[in-house]
């Protein structure tokens, strides 16, 4: 069966990727995604009581633009053969994720001296985006690999949906870090100039980049019809640098009306109580150390 292209509204919400060299001029490639459960696709089925995916099951990707893995030296791997292993689900937030590992050899070290350049592309981001500019719009992220400097690419460590309390200031980490050795990888916002832009909402943006700190600050709270009770998210891109190249992250921000931040889940960093891997300076993660959040209060009646 050749590709099917559909196009029945946005459905990709994260996009994470990272490469470790296997041996030579060979890498792996790892790409951790999450897209809309519900995507009318042929491709989408699986084995749930729905008919649609659940952990275990094997999604073959596609969508408006037919999803490409790209390596930088003029080969590719194109969503005929670029699948995702379903590892998680939710039925009640419509989401599917999971991982792809992809294994290519190039014929040197490096191009030329520099990175591979390697893109995941395809068509559309979430529709229920509220920054205009990232709304059922084309995703790509992207690596450099360039074996010369080192055997693994940073690791950016974000959520899928990073949940803050409408605040009008507050602050989250997604830090990056060495699978090697410690320190040594920087992170920065994907794009400074359109970071949270075109929003009813006025976001300011600002990013540590040892720490992987985000801070947002966004005087008179959330614009009600962007918050997460009415079904928005926000979408965000950070870039993580270390010697062997760069890798990039999309995830979602919602902002929850009512919510306490204690009882929302986060990545710590730097508190030893959180951290669950060794390493003095290295990022960890717990994401499962604090309660879940309170749902969402519902909507004021008419």
Sequence with gaps: EGQRIENNGGHYRYGNIRWRQVRGNTVEITLTMSFRRDFKSAYWQGSGLDGLAVTGDVIQLN????PVLSFGDETLTVGEYLKMQVTAYSVAENWVYGTSVVTHTYATPSDNGDGWLVKFQGCCKLSEVANLNERDAPWEISST???LNDAASPVLAVLPV????????????APAFNPLRDG?????LGNPATALTNTITPFTTMLDGATGEVKL???G?????????????FFMTLNATSAGGHVQADFLVRI???AYQLRIPKIGYGNPL???LPGPTRPIINATAVADAPPPPPPPRA
Aim: charged share 15%; net charge negative.
């Design 63 to 66: 969508g408006k633009q037919w």
């Design 145 to 147: 690999v360039n074996l």
């Design 162 to 173: 990073v949940s803050l309390p409408d605040t009008g200031m507050i602050s989250f980490y």
């Design 184 to 188: 040594g990888v920087s992170t920065s």
């Design 217 to 219: 600050e966004f005087p």
């Design 221 to 233: 709270g959330v614009a009600p019809s962007e918050a997460s009770d009415v079904g928005f998210f």
């Design 256 to 258: 929850i009306r009512g």
């Design 274 to 276: 959180s951290l669950n």
